[in-house]
Every structure is written in C-alpha cells, then in structure tokens.
T-cell receptor, first 114, second 113 residues
Framework: DAGVIQSPRHEVTEMGQEVTLRCKPISGHDYLFWYRQTMMRGLELLIYFNNNVPIDDSGMPEDRFSAKMPNASFSTLKIQPSEPRDSAVYFC????????????FGQGTRLTVV | DQQVKQNSPSLSVQEGRISILNCDYTNSMFDYFLWYKKYPAEGPTFLISISSIKDKNEDGRFTVFLNKSAKHLSLHIVPSQPGDSAVYFCAASAKGGSEKLVFGKGTKLTVNP
C-alpha cells in the first residue's frame, strides 16, 4: 500500500480564496483524522471520521473550515474563505480498529495564505 | 491550556549516549500514551505506546517510562544514533485510548556523530 496520500503537498493562496485539501487513506482503514500543525499550538486534531461518518469536529477552529468523507477512500478539508492565520501544515491520518491504534500519517500539505 | 506539555523544545546528544525526552500531562483521566517521531517534510510515525496499567514499555532501543503519580512520562533512546534526529511528539488519550489524542508541541532531538 502507498500509505496515506495527501494533495497538494504545497499550496499558496491569497486571503479570501477557497482552499481544498485532499486525502486518500490506507485501504481498509476505518478511522480518518485531520490534524493541523503550527509552531504555536503543535499538532491539533481538527476532526475525525469513523466509517466515513464525522464523529468529533470540536477541533475545527471556525465555520470557515469544513470536512467531508464521501466514501472510504477519499476525504477533503475545505477552508472558505482562507485567512493568513490558517497558514500551517495540515496532516491527514488513518487507522484501523479502535480510535488510538497506530495511526498512519500522510506527508502533509503546507498551506500558506498571503 | 496545554494538557500535554513537552517543556524542552530541543535536545542535543552525542551518538551512542542516552537521549531522554520528557512529557508532562495535566489531565488525570489520560490513561494511554504514545510517542510519535517526525522527520522534516514527512508525517509523524508511531514509535511506541504505553497504557497506564504499566510503568514501562520497551521496544528495542526505545523505552517509555510512565510515572502516574507525577503525571510524567519519558522516552529513553539507548544508544542514540544520528538517524534518530527528528521531532518527537508525546500524545495522550483517556478511556483506554478510546478518546481522541492530545499532542504535545514536540521536542527536536539532534544526535551528533
């Protein structure tokens, strides 16, 4: 398996634009997580899905953020409109079984909002 | 409020010596702990975990120690190797790991040849 695949690897956008980050989890994994990494706050869990259903989105910072998982092999994280303070590295991860069995992370998307 | 704290942003050790990375937590409900390692431009990778029913877990060169009374855990790497140079994240969860993970900010370890 190729692991968790995220796209794009880098994204530079202007403030106010819509940004969509994409994730393909490892086949067969039933949990999918979106994390954000910043210097100030470290790694924060934004939202996670179990069997394509959002379970906990309490980490989503604002209504500008939304995430979907239309099927077991694809998820998106959308920011609309984007702001400079959204600049961070966004990671997608997936795992099999209980919530905190070993999670496999993608390589991340580095987002810069100017 | 940081529930998981890694107070040392960085640590530098010599190859062959022991590396000790520390982590403190404030939430007494946490009972499952993990360490992840992250190289630049890559996602974190799972390293080792420990449940609160244990006070030690060992995997090769890596050992995690848990002191529940002090709400403290540490990761020991012996002997340290240059390839261990990375950022190490401590993470914690409640209810036997069924609650979502809370991560620390990470400690950057540099192992000098």
């Amino acid at each position: 398996d190729a692991g968790v695949i995220q796209s794009p690897r880098h994204e530079v956008t202007e403030m106010g634009q819509e940004v969509t980050l994409r994730c393909k989890p490892i086949s067969g994994h039933d949990y999918l997580f979106w994390y954000r990494q910043t210097m100030m706050r470290g790694l924060e869990l934004l939202i996670y899905f179990n069997n394509n259903v959002p379970i906990d989105d309490s980490g989503m910072p604002e209504d500008r953020f939304s995430a979907k998982m239309p099927n077991a092999s694809f998820s998106t994280l959308k920011i609309q409109p984007s702001e400079p303070r959204d600049s961070a590295v966004y990671f997608c991860a997936s795992s099999l079984g209980t919530l905190n069995t070993e999670a496999f992370f993608g390589q991340g998307t580095r987002l810069t909002v100017v | 409020d940081q529930q998981v704290k890694q107070n040392s942003p960085s640590l530098s050790v010599q190859e062959g010596r022991i590396s000790i990375l520390n982590c403190d937590y404030t939430n007494s409900m946490f009972d499952y702990f993990l360490w992840y390692k992250k190289y630049p431009a890559e996602g974190p990778t799972f390293l080792i975990s420990i449940s609160s029913i244990k006070d030690k877990n060992e995997d090769g060169r890596f050992t995690v120690f848990l002191n529940k009374s002090a709400k403290h855990l540490s990761l020991h790497i012996v002997p340290s190797q240059p390839g261990d140079s990375a950022v190490y994240f401590c993470a914690a969860s409640a209810k036997g790991g069924s609650e979502k993970l809370v991560f620390g900010k990470g400690t950057k370890l540099t192992v000098n040849p």
